[in-house]
Nanobody, 124 residues
Framework: QVHLVESGGVSVESGGSLRLNCAHS????????MGWFRQSPVKEREGVAT???????WYAESVEGRFTISRDSPETTMYLQMNGLKPEDTAMYYC??????????????????WGQGTQVTVSS
């Protein structure tokens, strides 16, 4: 059984930095694509950054150059380093795992396992 637990979300000022953590267990070879997604009260859940088993990464255009996704070794934790935060980055951030073959990695559809989320609030 896949278990995902996010942490690291806090309130910060615009321009600040945060690192989100996703502790995970129970992943198998078919659920090793992982990603960070976010959802705010005014927007649908959207892909932020994803990482494949081979280390290939994908980023939403809105965070490209500011956010960095990574996984440690042995693979028990995934991270999202967020720099240059903006008020529009305010959202609940979720980590997810799934099998994305045939899908755009930033789509939510192929991700079958989700954490409970961690809130990031960026004030102007």
């Amino acid at each position: 059984q896949v278990h995902l637990v996010e942490s690291g979300g806090v309130s910060v000022e615009s321009g600040g930095s945060l690192r989100l953590n996703c502790a995970h267990s129970g992943l198998t070879a078919i659920t090793m694509s992982m990603g960070w997604f976010r959802q705010s009260p005014v927007k649908e859940r959207e892909g932020v950054a994803t990482i494949e088993l081979d280390g290939t990464t994908w980023y939403a255009e809105s965070v490209e150059g500011r956010f960095t996704i990574s996984r440690d070794s042995p693979e028990t934790t995934m991270y999202l380093q967020m720099n240059g935060l903006k008020p529009e980055d305010t959202a609940m951030y979720y980590c997810a795992a799934g099998y994305v073959s045939g899908y755009c990695p930033l789509e939510t559809v192929p991700y079958t396992d989700w954490g409970q989320g961690t809130q990031v609030t960026v004030s102007s």
